[in-house]
């Protein structure tokens, strides 16, 4: 595993958040998870839909509310632990100013009838009441200057501009603070890909630039994260399964799962043609009750009997490989040595 | 090099769609010229807005023609009437992106299966033997029909109910298959079963697909030909290898270097 | 369908506008089994009898048996209820007019009010400053007065048929009394009667039926029409959209109500009749429906379910019953209440005008009001004869929008909590 040498900017400990249904069940939607964000390094986190990934996005801002009710371990931010906390003083102190959140729909929430600075103004002032208007100006001038966006929409209404546009403004918006940690989900899979290309250089820019000093990333596009994250995640039915460096998950992935995510990339590139794409039969499990033992077990090929007995821990191996399986890293490497042949 | 005609299942010429008129008149496909080779794979790739969605539903005969005309084997597509329509139906039908908004949530599976049979074969089949059609399009989707009948669509999930898409084109048989985004809106790894499942339905009953889609790796994977449109015109076309590989536009250029990539540098300077 | 019926029902806006107007619409089908006399029968000679319980005078004094109760203060409430305050002010000012101490004349004490009234009262003096009419008023309070501490029982006596002399019957003891319930003719009247002399409660109850069918007709007609408008204009579009779009238009720009006023008018009294007025709203109020249901259908049109049917062969008719109105029947229903509610509130609109149904066969909640209004019910302080047939307008609509609302939070979920 690439443990980050420099100091930890966000640092998550066995967190575990559930959803609790009307019918009083509980879904464990992020279960056990442990991540560690260094200065200046970037995570991804990829996994299919409904695997926990965006559950896990609003889990580690600390700010929940029904029916996501958080449940055990710990989330640390720049060594201030935030989980406990008096969920108000959450969002005064630490939202926008320790930690930023883009969700998925993010251009979508601006009030149409409002000027974007106005947008600005709001988040401005509701950390630091009173600051003049004119120094909010000021400022969002010069940051939006920094990043490339023209000074000009700021005054403009969200209809006014480009889903791309649109999308690099609510990011520019939501790191105004400088905040340490930003987490990113989904921020560009609504758009073209010359936008998301974009969006993409933008918030690149913002680690260069030092304005935010860890991004979380989070999308299903694997060619996307392998080319903006340092470390990718993988997620499976609310756990971890993999973690690495991103060449480590993409080219030499260890567990069975990873290895399948792995061989249904598409990118338009040479050689694509000749690949098999990988086809995972069967659904994931229902968190309302997952199985007892590994919970990828059902739709693996190389699954065995040991797999269905007892929960299997990540764990990490004399070679620094981090992930979810009974199977050893050799045995598993055989295996799909005789897959390729 | 000498083409006999009757090789040409779809072709248009001059093809065009104007919405509204006066100030707010929008070309959305502007004369645009093509012959689909029967039994190729062709991908229309093009950017939200790049009128490949309306070019779609002008092939599939669901939205009229500004001008230009559509030659469906070689003659000119004549669909005014209802029963036109129908005819050409049995022959041309398609895959919709979003399998959840693609299914009527208010009919049974059975009833959208039945429909099928009764495009294709009229009403007058023994139940027994459109129960075992039924029962044998859901084995070619690896479903099963005993768990599907008196089940809603939205019941299953995703990929189960892009699955039973498939199992209608298996019903129907048609010669030409336009697959609008077919896995953009499923996971990864069912993306992969669709895909192969597409193809074995295209060996199966040889028919012609056409892919719409936003995402030129799909297309390279998946085509023999790639039309790349832009602002309702083809701006290139050819073979998958020489569109994807040796692009000659600049848009098509673009269009490839914006995408992120796993082998190559992803050039984040050219925005 | 049961789950359905389940979520509506979770939501607590649906649960107690269904209770107000499940209420009011079992009263309208259950009193007229009990209580049987039509709405309409005029039953007191006299308009505007308050609410209450009414006994025959004649039956109650010819009464056997009557029962003998000795009451703590009996005759003091009798008195009162004949002396009141203001009588009382007046004897008073009289009395120091006539030049007695005023402080020797206490009101509250009526056997002593009253004796030192009649040693001093005589019609004959005029004193300084009172008018004829206040002579008058003074003369007949005086001859009210008379016998009012008498102990004696009242004669009730009846005249010979032959001579024509009265002779004595019963004598009436102030301690007489009779059972209520024991006299053969009594009546409530718990919410009074009307300008005519007819009961109030009957009457609205009746109305409140014949205004519900009002408002179901009416919302039935106006929902039907905007419903076929709207699918056709919304999913054919082209040239029948516009020319639907450009009637709607008309219709909107120019007020209904004005057209509804026109039209009833036009009809002329003889012929308008409930179902009649019910229709004419019915036709003037489909324009919303037609708008919201055109828009909800071309929103509809192009979606991909749509399509697919299309593709499956089905006709146009079919893909509008199967694939498009299934999908807005939730917000045909919830306009169908609105219509409903509406329609309600404009005939009650009409009537006010006099322009509702003819009035001689079937009361409306619109004719009450009317007829309220006719009579001066609100100036005479008369507030049985139209207070209540407010309120139940109030409580139908508002427990129809109320439904409306928790319908509406059922299938819109962006708007729930």
Redesign the interface.
């Not at chain 2, 908004?101 to 009919?107: C, D, G, L, T």
């Given at each position: 595993m690439t443990t980050p040498m420099t100091r930890a900017m966000l640092e998550v400990n066995e967190l575990t958040t559930r959803y609790i249904t009307r019918f009083r069940e509980s879904i464990y939607a992020v279960d056990h998870v442990s991540l560690s964000v260094g200065d200046g390094k970037s995570l991804g986190i990829a996994g299919e839909s409904g695997c926990g990934k965006s559950t896990l996005a609003l889990s580690l801002i600390g700010y929940y509310f029904p029916p996501l009710h958080y449940t055990s371990g710990e989330i640390i931010i720049d060594g201030r632990t935030i989980t406990g906390m008096d969920p108000d003083e959450v969002r005064k102190t630490i939202l926008g100013r320790e930690i930023s959140y883009i969700p998925q729909a993010a251009m979508n929430a601006l009030n149409p009838t409002q000027r974007i600075i106005h947008f600005i103004e709001d988040v401005v002032l509701a950390h630091h009441p009173g600051t003049p208007k004119k120094e909010i100006y000021e400022r969002a001038r010069e940051r939006f200057e920094l990043l490339g966006l023209p000074a000009s929409v700021l005054q403009k209404y969200p209809v006014e501009l480009s889903g791309g546009m649109k999308q690099r403004t609510v990011i520019a918006t939501s790191v105004i603070l400088s905040p340490k940690v930003l987490i990113a989900d989904e921020p560009s899979s609504a758009l073209d890909v010359t936008s998301q290309k974009m969006v993409i250089k933008m918030i690149l820019d913002l680690m260069d630039k030092g304005i935010i000093k860890s991004l979380v990333f989070i999308t299903h596009e694997l060619p996307l994260l392998y080319n903006v994250t340092d470390d990718i995640m993988v997620m499976y039915a609310g756990q971890v399964v993999e973690i690495g460096s991103a060449d480590e998950i993409v080219f030499d992935s260890v567990h069975p799962y990873t290895r399948a995510l792995m061989g249904s990339i598409i990118v338009p590139e040479k050689g694509l043609r000749d690949v098999k794409l990988t086809a995972i039969p069967g659904t994931p499990p229902n968190l309302k009750n997952p199985p007892s033992g590994c919970r990828f077990a059902d739709r693996c090929k190389y699954v065995r009997p040991e797999c269905r007995v007892a929960p299997v821990d990540l764990h990490e191996t004399a070679s620094g490989r981090v992930y979810r399986c009974i199977i050893p890293e050799q045995e598993l490497r055989t295996l799909y040595e005789h897959e390729k042949r | 090099m000498n083409m006999k005609s009757d090789d040409i299942i779809l072709s248009g010429k001059g093809v065009t769609k104007i919405y509204g008129f006066g100030p707010n008149r929008t070309v959305a496909v502007d004369h645009v010229d093509f012959s689909f080779k029967r039994g190729e794979v062709i991908s229309i790739v093009g950017e939200s807005g790049s009128g490949k969605t309306t070019l779609a539903?002008m092939l599939?005969g669901?939205t009229s023609l500004s001008d230009g005309q559509i030659y469906f084997e070689g003659k000119l597509r004549d669909i005014r009437t209802?029963r036109q329509?129908?005819e050409y139906?049995k022959n041309c039908?398609?895959i919709?992106?979003?399998p959840f908004?693609?299914?009527?949530?208010?009919?049974k599976i059975d009833a959208?299966l039945l429909?099928?049979i009764?495009?294709r074969h009229g009403r007058r089949l023994p139940d027994e033997q459109k129960v075992e059609m039924m029962r044998e399009a859901c084995r070619f989707v690896n479903l099963k029909w005993e768990e599907l009948t008196n089940k809603y669509p939205f019941e299953l999930s995703g990929g189960q109910q892009q699955r039973l898409m498939i199992a209608r084109i298996f019903l129907l048989r048609p010669k030409i298959l336009l697959a609008d985004e077919p896995t953009s809106m499923i996971d990864a790894c069912s993306r992969a079963t669709i895909l192969d499942m597409l193809m074995d339905l295209r060996s199966e009953i040889g028919m012609t697909p056409i892919f719409i889609t936003h995402d030129i790796g799909l297309a390279y994977y998946v085509s023999d030909t790639v039309y790349i449109m832009e602002h309702g015109r083809f701006v290139e076309s050819g073979s998958a290898d020489d569109v994807i590989l040796r692009p000659k536009e600049a848009y098509t250029r673009r269009l490839l270097d914006d995408v992120p990539k796993l082998h190559e540098e992803w050039d984040l300077s050219t925005v | 369908m049961r789950y359905m019926l389940g979520q509506i029902f979770s939501s607590v806006r649906f649960r107690i506008g269904f209770s107000i107007f499940a209420f009011i619409l079992l009263t309208v089908l259950i009193y007229p089994l009990i209580i049987t006399e039509p709405p309409l029968k005029t039953i007191s000679r006299g308009t505007f009898l308050s609410p209450g319980i009414y006994v025959n005078v004649y039956d109650s004094i010819g009464f056997s048996p009557q029962y003998t109760l000795l009451l703590d203060g009996a005759a003091e409430r009798r008195i009162a209820a004949k002396l009141n305050a203001d009588d009382r002010a007046s004897m008073k000012e009289w009395l120091v007019k006539a030049g007695l101490p005023e402080e020797s004349i206490d009101t509250q004490d009526t056997a002593a009010l009253l004796e030192v009234w009649h040693a001093n009262f005589d019609p004959t003096i005029r004193l300084p400053g009172m008018t004829n009419a206040d002579r008058n008023y003074y003369i007949r309070l005086n001859t009210a007065l008379d016998g009012l501490l008498a102990t004696e029982g009242a004669t009730i006596a009846v005249p010979d048929a032959t001579t024509g002399a009265l002779k004595e019957q019963a004598v009436v003891d102030q301690t007489s009394y009779v059972n209520i319930y024991e006299v053969p003719n009594s009546r409530v009247f718990p919410l009074g009667t009307d300008n005519f002399g007819r009961d109030v409660l009957t009457e609205l109850v009746a109305a409140t039926g014949v205004s519900l069918i009002i408002g179901f007709v009416a919302g039935t007609v106006a929902t039907v029409i905007g419903l076929l408008l709207g699918l056709i204009s919304g999913f054919l579009g082209g040239f029948v959209d516009d020319a639907i779009i450009f009637v709607t238009n008309l219709f909107t720009v120019i007020p209904s109500f004005i057209i509804l006023i026109l039209i009833t008018f036009s009809i002329g009294q003889d012929k308008r009749g409930a179902i009649t007025i019910a229709v004419v709203i019915g036709l003037t109020s489909w324009v919303w429906t037609t708008r919201a249901v055109r828009a909800q259908v071309i929103s509809l049109r192009n979606?991909?379910?749509v399509?697919?049917?299309?593709?499956?062969?089905?006709?146009t008719a079919y893909i509008l019953m199967?694939?498009i109105f299934?999908?807005i029947a939730s917000y045909v229903v919830m306009a169908f209440i609105l219509q409903v509610s509406s329609g309600i509130l404009a005939e009650a609109g009409l009537s006010i005008l006099g322009l509702g149904p003819r009035t001689t066969e079937v009361p409306t909640l619109g004719l009450m009001m009317n007829w309220g209004m006719i009579y001066q019910a609100h100036i005479l302080g008369k507030w049985w004869a139209y207070f209540p047939v407010i309120l139940v307008i109030a409580l139908i609509t508002f427990s129809l929008n109320l439904m409306q609302t928790g319908l509406d939070r059922v299938f819109n979920p962006t708007l729930r909590e």
């Open positions: - | 539903k599939l669901l209802h329509k129908r139906w039908q398609a919709f992106q979003d908004a693609s299914f009527n949530i208010f009919r959208v429909d099928c009764r495009l | 979606r991909d379910h399509n697919l049917s299309r593709l499956s062969g089905h006709s199967a694939d299934p999908y």
